[in-house]
């Protein structure tokens, strides 16, 4: 560095720093710092752990936010009533107020006797984790509760009434489709009612269940070779031994039959979003939509909970698991050199 610049660089201000490209004093960027080089660089930013665990004890005389949420808790829990009535002017006033009286200080006491804490009175770290956890359990388990009994519910009601209409449309599909392809072509007349209920059951259809209709019908030796086919090749087998279906019809048969069968079963598989916004009317997705706009709704407020933190302190299950993973990455050097 030249005498000149160096002299210039002396002169900037608080808040400047000498820029060796204009050969000016320039005001020091947001976020930036000038190192013992007089460098511009960008700030380090330093995490303290002791800031992530530090909770300020609260007391009786105590107010503020933190004082506010410590009697939401308490009242949640049913350890302080949700209102006061003044002896004086007789008036109702909300017990989550901010001030830490002699009411919440009773509460404190009861809470940390239930618990198997100190009973001082005094809320510190070890008090504030231990209500906001059971808080917590007692909202998160309400919420769960919500989700399973309200949404939940109705989501499966829904998915039910879908799918049972579906069903019920594809039964008569099938059924339909029998009475027009294979009815009037029967050899055995006698045998279509028993091969139409066979065709259009509900659930898995074995080949020894068209065995068994072989049987009474046909021959011993036909039901022992059919029960050994799937639903298709039995289908096949006994419309080619019973009727009078050409080859490529009662291919077209079989395809159909099976396509219908399918359908229901790929729609027993499906979520109730799946079946609804496939085979559901515009009302049912409609409900559909405010049902699942209603669960969002609660599992943010789940989420909230799981990432709670109350004075820089970490309670939720997912927050302290942050907290975790970060301070268990920092190396002890870093630890010291940070205040930790």
């Known amino acids: 560095m030249r005498y000149y610049e160096f002299i210039k660089e002396a002169k900037c201000g608080d808040g400047e720093y000498f820029c ?3 050969k000016k004093c320039k005001p020091i960027p947001a976020g930036h710092e000038v190192d013992s080089k007089g460098t511009l660089v960008k700030k380090e930013v330093k995490e303290s752990k002791t800031n992530l665990l530090e909770f300020k004890l609260q007391r009786k005389g105590s107010k503020g936010p933190a004082v506010k949420e410590m009697q939401k808790m308490l009242i949640a829990l049913g350890y302080l009533k949700p209102t006061f009535k003044s002896k004086r002017t007789g008036k109702t006033f909300p017990n989550d107020d901010g001030v830490f009286g ?6 404190v006491k009861a809470f940390q006797k239930a618990q198997g804490l100190k009973v001082d009175g005094l809320v510190g770290k070890n008090t504030i984790m231990a209500m906001r956890k059971v808080a917590d359990r007692k909202e998160r388990g309400e919420m769960d509760a919500k989700k399973a009994a309200g949404v939940g519910k109705a989501k499966q009601e829904l998915d039910t009434l879908v ?4 069903k019920k449309r594809e039964d008569k599909k099938i059924a339909d489709l029998v009475d027009q392809k294979i009815k009037g072509k029967m050899r055995n007349p006698e045998m279509f009612d028993d091969l139409k209920s066979l065709i259009s059951a509900k659930g898995k259809v074995s080949g020894e269940e068209f065995g068994k209709l072989a049987r009474a019908y046909i021959n011993k030796d036909l039901a022992m070779y059919v029960q050994k086919l799937d639903f298709a090749g039995a289908l096949d087998f006994m419309l080619q031994k019973t009727t009078m279906l050409p080859p490529a019809e009662r291919k077209d048969v079989v395809q159909q039959v099976m396509a219908m069968r399918n359908e229901i079963l790929a ?8 079946a609804v916004a496939k085979h559901g009317t515009d009302k049912q997705k409609a409900k559909l ?9 609660i599992d943010r407020q789940i989420n909230r909970i799981d990432n709670r933190t109350l004075d820089g302190v970490p309670v939720g299950s997912q927050a302290e698991k942050d907290l975790e993973k970060k301070v268990g990455q920092r190396t002890p050097y870093a630890l010291a050199t940070q205040g930790g």
């Open 267 to 274: 729609v027993k598989k499906m979520t109730p979003d799946q």
């Open 102 to 107: 002699s009411g919440t200080a009773r509460a």
């Open 289 to 297: 939509d405010r049902l699942n706009k209603k669960s969002a709704d």
């Open 20 to 22: 060796r490209e204009s």
């Open 163 to 166: 799918k049972n209409v579906l």
